[in-house]
């Protein structure tokens, strides 16, 4: 029953994602309120099976791969749909929505749903730690969808070739203060779940304690670099972009990692 | 009722030949006169256009002496320069001109605006019935979605609205940006104006004669900036707007460098409408400096216009729907006019309708 509402979530995204490509085949790239209300009910059936989930299991769902990519999936979606309005950048919509789908539809069809039976009462430190971690996520993908936003503009401008997508992009400097909010969001919400991670009582792998602080040493930089005025606005775009793609594989190591050693 | 269009326009028509055809006050009154039951002069710089209701046809000669100014000639000597639409193409007619599609530069919206302001005339003068008061608000809906569903009012295709909207583009509100113009030129001053009215507060003038410089900060507003401190204002400005009558660049990547080290996160724009350039095109290539000359202006606005021609087909099918659906519209209201157990259509009925 409850895969049966991520399906139907999935399937709100995919909408999403093929009206913007019929959008841009046509040549009208017009942000609207379709890409949003699709969003939105992607999100309400994310948030139904999570909640299913998570009373089925009598804990944060959380415990296999499985789960860490949907409820990546809802950080996304809720990050968007708190900010995405907040800064009228209704066009993030139309790159956001790709990605949730991709991640969705890889959980899917990956077969990575393996129960974790355990007898060991739920660690609300530990909890709290991976969910907080996670939502920190959703604002690092939301800074690299901005960052592509950004890069999307900015070559446009450099190159003087102008596609029917650039009038509806916002302006460079409105983007470039979104990515800098998300940034510190993500970077305020991560350093959280950081240091939650010290007070679980379990003993914490080494390797991933590294690559946590890794992680964060390197958002840390991008910040600096920016509030120092050492970073073109360009580079913190495409950092954006790689700083994520390095937390996606460090929360997929954790998580691999996590799945052998089954989660308390 | 027959609904028919006649008119001249840049397509069939040179403007010393729609001067004098551009009608004077009391045209709508002498075409009904001259047989119109409703009739809806429409000139702009590119048109002269009759929208009319008859029972009887009215010939195009008639019309035409209707629109004569004075004219030397017969009007009929100027009939081939004049189109005729009845019926259903002249309802195709008005919808594509009143989209833009019809106009100069395709895609224009000022034309919706002059529309309306005939069709608001005409209804002040009560020389519009049911049958145009019908018609020409099918056509400012058609307009408006027309420019809603497609790009065909998208871009811009001058250099001057180019150059303002590009800095929209990069900056967002342009309140709080600074511009420095370099070199008191026309083709300054005129960009230098379209940034005003789009919220420019902080302009700085600097020209080699400062008499000038301080002529043209006074005019816009401005305030004048000896040509020998214009280098370092770089350190400080959002845009650059530069036409001097300089052989040599006045800016090149070296220059510019230091000055961009402690602004790094805030994009400069310039406009270089200099010819022979002011700005060495290397500039272009550093981090968050965007370049733009007079070719790659022309360049964009040419690109905006091919959007827009992308866009006809749409735009076109629009039109079509409507037209079909306005004629079913109308011989409906025709058939209920006509049969005493209904009430014959009203302005008021068919403003009702229309709402």
Same mark, same amino acid.
Request: hydrophobic share 50%; with cysteine; aromatic share 10%.
């Given at each position: 029953?409850?895969?049966?509402?991520?399906?139907?979530?999935?399937?709100?995204?995919?909408?999403?994602?093929?009206?913007?490509?019929?959008?841009?085949?046509?040549?009208?790239?017009?942000?609207?309120?379709?890409?949003?209300?699709?969003?939105?009910?992607?999100?309400?059936?994310q948030t139904a099976f999570l909640s299913i989930r998570g009373h089925?299991?009598?804990?944060?769902?959380?415990?296999?791969?499985?789960?860490?990519?949907?409820?990546?999936?809802?950080?996304?979606?809720?990050?968007?749909?708190?900010?995405?309005?907040?800064?009228?950048?209704?066009?993030?919509?139309?790159?956001?929505?790709?990605?949730?789908?991709?991640?969705?539809?890889?959980?899917?069809?990956?077969?990575?749903?393996?129960?974790?039976?355990?007898?060991?009462?739920?660690?609300?430190?530990?909890?709290?730690?991976?969910?907080?971690?996670?939502?920190?996520?959703?604002?690092?993908?939301?800074?690299?969808?901005?960052?592509?936003?950004?890069?999307?503009?900015?070559?446009?401008?450099?190159?003087?070739?102008?596609?029917?997508?650039?009038?509806?992009?916002?302006?460079?400097?409105?983007?470039?203060?979104?990515?800098?909010?998300?940034?510190?969001?993500?970077?305020?919400?991560?350093?959280?779940?950081?240091?939650?991670?010290?007070?679980?009582?379990?003993?914490?792998?080494?390797?991933?304690?590294?690559?946590?602080?890794?992680?964060?040493?390197?958002?840390?930089?991008?910040?600096?670099?920016?509030?120092?005025?050492?970073?073109?606005?360009?580079?913190?775009?495409?950092?954006?972009?790689?700083?994520?793609?390095?937390?996606?594989?460090?929360?997929?190591?954790?998580?691999?990692?996590?799945?052998?050693?089954?989660?308390? | 009722?027959?609904?028919?269009?006649v008119g001249l326009s840049h397509h069939t028509a040179n403007v010393?030949?729609?001067?004098?055809?551009?009608?004077?006050?009391?045209?709508?009154?002498?075409?009904?006169?001259?047989?119109?039951?409703?009739?809806?002069?429409?000139? $702009?710089?590119?048109?002269?256009?009759?929208? *009319?209701?008859?029972?009887? =046809? &009215? +010939?195009?000669?008639? %019309?035409? @002496?209707?629109?004569?100014?004075?004219?030397?000639?017969?009007?009929?000597?100027?009939?081939?320069?004049?189109?005729?639409?009845?019926?259903?193409?002249?309802?195709?007619?008005?919808?594509?001109?009143?989209?833009?599609?019809?106009?100069?530069?395709?895609?224009?919206?000022?034309?919706?605006?002059?529309?309306?302001?005939?069709?608001?005339?005409?209804?002040?003068?009560?020389?519009?019935?049911?049958?145009?008061?019908?018609?020409?608000?099918?056509?400012?809906?058609?307009?408006?979605?027309?420019?809603?569903?497609?790009?065909?009012?998208?871009?811009?295709?001058?250099?001057?609205?180019?150059?303002?909207?590009?800095?929209?583009?990069?900056?967002?509100?342009?309140?709080?940006?600074?511009?420095?113009?370099?070199?008191?030129?026309?083709?300054?001053?005129? $960009?230098?104006?379209?940034?005003?009215?789009? *919220?420019?507060?902080?302009? =700085? &003038? +600097?020209?080699?004669? %400062?008499? @000038?410089?301080?002529?043209?900060?006074?005019?816009?507003?401005?305030?004048?900036?000896?040509?020998?401190?214009?280098?370092?204002?770089?350190?400080?400005?959002?845009?650059?707007?530069?036409?001097?009558?300089?052989?040599?660049?006045?800016?090149?990547?070296?220059?510019?460098?230091?000055?961009?080290?402690?602004?790094?996160?805030?994009?400069?724009?310039?406009?270089?409408?200099?010819?022979?350039?002011?700005?060495?095109?290397?500039?272009?290539?550093?981090?968050?400096?965007?370049?733009?000359?007079?070719?790659?202006?022309?360049?964009?606005?040419?690109?905006?216009?091919?959007?827009?021609?992308?866009?006809?087909?749409?735009?076109?099918?629009?039109?079509?729907?409507?037209?079909?659906?306005?004629?079913?519209?109308?011989?409906?209201?025709?058939?209920?006019?006509?049969?005493?157990?209904?009430?014959?259509? *009203?302005?008021?009925?068919? =403003?009702? +309708?229309?709402?």
């Open positions: 029953m409850d895969r049966y509402l991520l399906i139907v979530s999935t399937v709100c995204f995919l909408v999403a994602v093929v009206r913007t490509i019929i959008a841009l085949r046509a040549g009208v790239f017009q942000p609207g309120r379709f890409s949003f209300l699709a969003i939105g009910l992607g999100f309400i059936f089925a299991l009598g804990r944060c769902p959380l415990t296999n791969l499985f789960e860490v990519f949907i409820f990546l999936a809802w950080s996304i979606a809720l990050i968007y749909m708190l900010v995405g309005p907040a800064y009228r950048l209704s066009l993030m919509g139309a790159f956001t929505a790709p990605l949730v789908f991709l991640v969705q539809a890889f959980a899917l069809i990956a077969p990575i749903d393996v129960r974790h039976v355990s007898n060991a009462p739920a660690n609300p430190w530990l909890e709290f730690h991976a969910s907080i971690s996670i939502i920190a996520y959703g604002a690092f993908a939301l800074a690299c969808i901005a960052g592509v936003m950004y890069l999307v503009q900015e070559r446009q401008l450099k190159t003087h070739h102008l596609h029917s997508v650039f009038y509806h992009l916002p302006p460079l400097t409105d983007l470039f203060a979104a990515i800098t909010r998300l940034l510190w969001l993500g970077f305020a919400l991560y350093t959280v779940g950081v240091v939650s991670g010290f007070f679980t009582g379990h003993p914490l792998p080494r390797p991933q304690v590294v690559a946590a602080i890794g992680v964060w040493l390197l958002y840390a930089a991008i910040l600096q670099g920016r509030h120092l005025r050492r970073l073109a606005p360009k580079r913190v775009a495409a950092l954006c972009i790689a700083g994520f793609g390095a937390a996606l594989t460090l929360l997929w190591g954790i998580t691999f990692s996590a799945q052998t050693h089954t989660l308390p | 009722m027959n609904i028919f269009c010393e030949t729609r001067e004098l055809f551009a009608g004077h006050g009391e045209t709508e009154c002498i075409l009904r006169n001259a047989g119109c039951a409703e009739a809806l002069l429409l000139t $702009t710089c590119n048109r002269v256009e009759v929208y *009319g209701a008859s029972e009887k =046809r &009215v +010939s195009t000669d008639d %019309i035409a @002496r209707c629109l004569a100014r004075e004219i030397e000639k017969d009007a009929h000597e100027y009939a081939p320069a004049f189109y005729r639409y009845e019926g259903e193409k002249c309802v195709q007619h008005l919808f594509r001109v009143a989209s833009g599609l019809d106009s100069m530069v395709v895609g224009e919206s000022e034309i919706f605006g002059q529309a309306k302001k005939a069709y608001e005339s005409a209804r002040a003068s009560n020389v519009v019935g049911p049958y145009l008061h019908r018609l020409f608000q099918r056509a400012f809906r058609v307009a408006k979605q027309v420019r809603t569903h497609t790009e065909i009012t998208r871009g811009l295709v001058s250099v001057g609205s180019v150059a303002v909207d590009l800095a929209q583009r990069i900056f967002g509100k342009l309140s709080d940006c600074r511009v420095l113009v370099l070199g008191a030129g026309e083709m300054s001053e005129r $960009t230098a104006r379209a940034l005003l009215s789009r *919220g420019v507060t902080d302009l =700085r &003038v +600097s020209n080699r004669s %400062i008499d @000038r410089a301080q002529e043209l900060a006074r005019v816009v507003g401005g305030r004048a900036i000896s040509f020998d401190d214009w280098p370092a204002q770089c350190g400080e400005i959002d845009i650059l707007i530069t036409s001097t009558s300089s052989e040599t660049p006045l800016l090149r990547p070296e220059d510019l460098a230091p000055m961009l080290h402690d602004r790094l996160d805030r994009p400069l724009f310039i406009i270089d409408i200099a010819v022979p350039r002011d700005v060495d095109p290397r500039v272009n290539e550093m981090e968050a400096v965007y370049l733009y000359d007079i070719d790659s202006l022309e360049s964009v606005a040419e690109q905006s216009l091919a959007l827009r021609r992308q866009q006809i087909a749409a735009a076109e099918a629009i039109i079509a729907e409507h037209v079909a659906d306005f004629g079913e519209k109308m011989s409906l209201g025709l058939n209920r006019a006509q049969n005493p157990g209904h009430p014959a259509i *009203g302005e008021n009925s068919l =403003r009702a +309708s229309e709402l």
